[in-house]
């Protein structure tokens, strides 16, 4: 007897999707869809279940996200807690799950001839799972050091401070990463209520299940039927009847919150009804376009030319079934800060104005063009990515349009846009003030968070401002040819020109079935390298461009045309993506641009203000981006400098030395440039003319020096350094010893072979942090690996002793390891390697990096295969014995809240004593 039935309404695909889908249904309710992918070099599945955070019971904050935790720690068909991570980890997979306010949402890749293998582990957490008490203890240790590492961010300080502001009534309104005090393992209640959501909640009717694979869709049908329908139906238990995010009380508030980083934000957010039933409609995105819309005349541009702002968003957030907020984004600047009541009064007008004029069926036309471009023309995304936005849709939407949802605008409904807007009004608004300057006298219980709530008052009558905006008008760059080019596709970029200043790489691809090309033109100048000023003044000069265009370009973005200019260590880079028929305009208008050079006060101010914002904000980054930027100071020359140093330099700069660094910044130029996709050798030739006439470079390659590595000396270095951060963490990074593809080779295969093994042994066993994981990092063009850990009171000398300790014993599972397993990690790293571009983007963008890195015969991806596939066994652990007996580099970076503790292992480093080879 069959046990499943099928359902005939399937998804309607983009026509540039050639994947196969199959919806049906279990006899245990479980609803699912199977996408068949020949092509694809991984397989994926991702497992939604329709209950999160808002579920669990008021007494245990965090239950739901410490019972996702607990899954992964062993079931009763594969009892061990590193089952599952370890085959997924051994066959070239990834894996991962997180808690939201009503999902919780399992996934993973793999590579596809395991797929069978992994879902069967993978339906075990929904069929018989552990749930060991012994794991209890260990399991919210790591859920503790994931909210340990929450304390000093300013996104989860927000949301801490917000949540005082809702219903108190509302789930909303409560703590739900959890901790070791929320979370109290000692009691057998919460260990009664970690049972009861599971069976209460993790039933068949609140499930949906993705898989992709390459077999065909009965085939994959097959399996999901062999593993998944074990799965108990359960009892159908509704959603609690939650009661509105606001009482009518609360509004209108204000939310002062006094941030961490150097940041002025405001936030504006209306309570309106949630519009997931409307999706084939889109009026909130209709309303949130002519709000967002960054072009002349709009609110943002209004808002920049007064140095008020420097960024806006508009669109629709927390969406619970019932509810959802509708936002109002605006990033300001000091000055803007201190003008918040004018600001406000020109959102409402600008409201008022679209009430007005800004509801036309030709705009809404305008947008479901845009939106018809997208989908028709839509691109393969990551498997697991795939699987998951997939999974999640088919518990929102009809099976038919979860790959459509999103881009549909079936209906244009002015009642419904029209009620949207009366309900965005002062009296049902709550501002959230970000500001350094804020008087903060609240505390959060669960999160540090420093804040106040007031009622809000606000008299539009008595606020008036002599601002004014105006609607865009109609889109001048949808794209006016959408035919791909003639010829056949390449498979690497040919050299079209090598010459005295410039360097012109093209190739026509057509393969992705997309009317698109990538543009990237390199403006390289040697004083960028080696100069803090310089450099300094090329990130503004890339911040000044972006900003020039934003509002005359900004069209181009909606019409699926992107583009950014952005800094480098040689100099600036323009970068254009998306439909190609318009390309043209849009370069000649950033050359117009950069050549003009003309730079306001006003805006250099405030781009002189973001810049220092950012460097300041540096340094509440995550610790792990923190160490990796002292080590990339540390053995990366030339041109590194501290914070200080650049606060310093940038400080002296000055609106007129912008203008004279554009002016002079041409005039000492090596330019490469790459047009690939759809674009042909001719049209590349032209531009390329265009950009030698506007902008005549006459350096050579060898004037503009590759950023070279510092060789760290054989042995081990360290330095211990006193981060802002109430965290603990040490990056133990060991450095090839030269740029061989044997090095690499062997670094990218110790990686891969200790992944599962590090986070099981530091983190399961040993609950040293939740931030415990290895990888590959490359410094320029030297291969390394580091170790990290993060730790909320474990201090980084203990976390070094801890590593070196793991990496010595693991020498001995290394050599037991049988040869099958062995042969399968390093399939899984040369399957990893070679995996197939999703996209032209990211083809191109692969293809780009090895123009710039100068590896030009674009072969190195392949040989590096190679060189993973000839390694054997004893080869490998002659090598691992040298890098554990410090025959590499190897630098310590640590950190500690407290000036106090111990040194850490090995010698001081003097960095500055390393050489670049």
Known sequence: ????????????????????????????????????????????????????????????????????????????????????????????????????????????????????????????????????????????????????????????????????????????????????????????????????????????????????????????????????????????????????????????????????????????????????????????????????????????????????????????????????????????????????????????????????????????????????????????????????????????????????????????????????????????????????????????????????????????????????????????????????????????????????????????????KVPRAQVYISLQNPEVTTNLEARLLAQLAASWLNDQLNAPAYPARLAGLNYNIYPHARGLTLALGGFNSEQPRLIKLMLQELQAAKVQEAQFARLKQRLKQNLHNQQKDRLVQQLIRQLYKDAVAPGSWSLEEQLASLEKLSTAELSYFLTHFSQELYVQLLAWGNITSEETLALSTQVKSQLQPKLNASDVDLIKTKQIPDGQWSKKLKLDHNDRALLFYIQAKDTSLEEEAKLRLVNQLQSAAFFHDLRTQQQLGYAVFNNHLPLAQQAGIFYYVQSPNNEPDYLAEAIEAFLRQDKQRIEKLPSKDFQQHQLSVINNLLQADQRLSERAQRLWQEIGNQRQDFGRRKALADSIEKLDQPSLLKFYEELINRYRGTYLLGTTPEARGNPLPGMPAATESWSAE
């Open 1 to 512: 007897m069959s046990q499943l039935s099928s359902n005939s309404n399937q998804p309607i695909t983009s026509p540039n999707d050639q994947k196969d889908y199959l919806n049906f249904q279990l006899n245990n309710g479980l609803k699912v869809l199977v996408v068949s992918d020949p092509t694809a070099d991984k397989a994926a599945a991702s497992m939604n279940i329709a209950a999160g955070s808002y579920h669990e019971p008021n007494a245990w904050p965090g239950l739901a996200h410490f019972l996702e935790h607990m899954l992964f720690l062993g079931t009763e068909r594969f009892p061990k807690p590193d089952a599952y991570q370890n085959y997924i980890s051994q066959h070239g997979g990834s894996h991962n799950a997180f808690t939201s306010a009503k999902d919780t949402n399992y996934f993973f890749d793999i590579q596809p001839e395991h797929l069978d293998p992994a879902l069967e582990r993978l339906s075990q957490f929904f069929i018989a799972p552990l749930l060991s008490p012994e794991y209890l203890e260990r399991e919210v240790n790591a859920v503790h050091s994931e909210w340990s590492g929450t304390l000093q961010n300013d996104a989860r300080l927000r949301l801490t401070a917000l949540r005082q502001a809702f219903n108190p009534a509302h789930p909303a309104a409560r703590f739900s990463a959890g901790n070791k005090e929320s979370l109290d393992i000692t009691s057998d209640e919460m260990r009664q209520a970690l049972l009861d959501f599971y069976q209460t909640y993790y039933t068949t009717d609140r499930m949906t299940l993705v898989v992709l694979g390459k077999q065909p869709v009965n085939e994959l049908r097959d399996l999901v039927e062999q593993h998944f329908s074990a799965i108990q139906q359960g009892s159908v238990t509704p959603d609690p009847i939650w009661p509105n995010l606001f009482t009518q009380e609360q509004l209108p508030a204000q939310v002062d919150y006094l941030p961490l980083r150097q940041q002025h934000q405001l936030l504006l957010l209306f309570p309106i009804p949630d519009q997931t039933a409307n999706y084939q409609k889109k009026a909130d995105h209709y309303l949130g376009g002519l709000l967002g819309h960054e072009g002349e005349g709009g609110l943002l541009a209004t808002l920049k030319a007064e140095n008020w702002a420097t960024s806006l968003s508009a669109g629709t957030q927390m969406s619970n079934g019932k509810q959802a907020l509708f936002s109002i984004s605006l990033e300001l600047t000091p000055e803007g800060d201190k003008n918040r009541q004018e600001i406000l009064a020109l959102v409402f007008n600008h409201l008022a104005l679209i009430k007005e004029q800004g509801i036309e069926a030709w705009r809404y036309q305008e947008d479901a063009q845009l939106a018809s471009n997208a989908f028709r023309f839509a691109e393969s995304t990551k498997a697991s990515s795939l699987v998951t936005h997939l999974a999640m849709n088919l518990a929102r939407y009809p099976t038919q349009d979860v790959l459509r949802a999103h881009y549909l605008f079936d209906e244009f409904d002015p009642l419904l846009i029209n009620n949207l807007l009366d309900q965005l009004t002062p009296q049902r608004l709550l501002v959230v003030r970000t500001s350094p300057e804020v008087e903060a006298n609240q505390t959060g219980q669960w999160l540090p968070a420093k804040f106040s709530i007031n009622q809000l008052s606000l008299d539009l009558n008595k606020t008036q401002t002599k601002l004014t905006t105006q609607l865009p008008p109609a889109n001048d760059y949808l794209p006016s040819n959408l035919a791909l080019k003639k010829g056949s596709s390449v498979k690497q970029p040919q050299a079209l020109i090598k010459e005295q200043g410039l360097e012109v790489w093209h190739g026509l691809d057509t393969s992705f």
